[in-house]
Antibody, heavy 117, light 106 residues
């Protein structure tokens, strides 16, 4: 069955970077795109960016441009999201999700990133 | 970017009753999805392309609408349906989500 398994919770200081992984299984990794979506406490879901896993093309939210980078390792069927220059407002649960027909059909379990001094 | 507005913010419904959730886009969109999220869990895809049920989603969930006005209907609420529901447009960049409708037990 399709699964996306994310790395564990992180606590970071303001100004630091965080890198979250998303390991895919149960399907051919390069056939689908992977999106990253975050959810700050009490807030709506926010799209961050995506990567076309087969060719590596990426696109990012303008709100995060310059701070977010999405990469993938096809040999490991894993996508990565790195967010730099962290601030308290980046405290959120970060999700990876598989792209399907203009929606996201499978999601990772979420990774809590806490930014605190 | 397109702003998605959901109403109501909270919907109190008795088990077995019908629930109707609304989602409005600030401009016309070609595709709309609905997700269900329970506390501590990732969102779950219910509906895509406005009216197509995702794999394994019960028939009591249905989606309708086009352009700027969309509706998710749950025909007879079951205990497991009490959750937060989000709409999402993915036809105009960037993809955007509504603020959610919480369906709670009356």
């Amino acid at each position: 069955q399709v699964q996306l398994v994310q790395s564990g919770a992180e606590v970071k200081k303001p100004g630091a970077s965080v890198k979250v992984s998303c390991k895919a299984s149960g399907y051919t990794f390069t056939t689908y795109a992977i999106h990253w979506v975050r959810q700050a406490p009490g807030q709506r879901l926010e799209w961050m960016g995506w990567i076309i896993a087969g060719i590596g093309n990426t696109k990012y939210s303008q709100n995060l441009q310059g701070r977010v980078s999405i990469t993938r390792d096809t040999s490991a069927s894993t996508a990565y999201m790195e967010l730099s220059s962290l601030r308290s407002e980046d405290t959120a649960v970060y999700y990876c999700a598989r792209s399907y027909n203009t929606a996201y059909d499978y999601w990772g379990q979420g990774t809590l990133v806490t930014v605190s001094s | 970017e397109i702003v998605m507005t959901q109403s109501p913010a909270t919907l109190s419904v008795s088990p077995g009753e019908r629930a109707t959730l609304s989602c409005r886009a600030s401009q016309s969109v070609n595709s709309l999805a609905w997700y269900q999220q329970k506390p501590g869990q990732a969102p779950r895809l219910l509906i895509f392309a406005a009216s197509t049920r995702a794999t394994g989603i019960p028939a009591r969930f249905s989606g309708s609408g086009s352009g700027t006005e969309f509706t998710l209907t749950i025909s007879s609420l079951q205990s497991e349906d009490f959750a937060i529901y989000y709409c999402q447009q993915n036809s105009n960049w960037p993809p955007t989500f509504g603020q959610g409708t919480k369906v709670e037990i009356k």
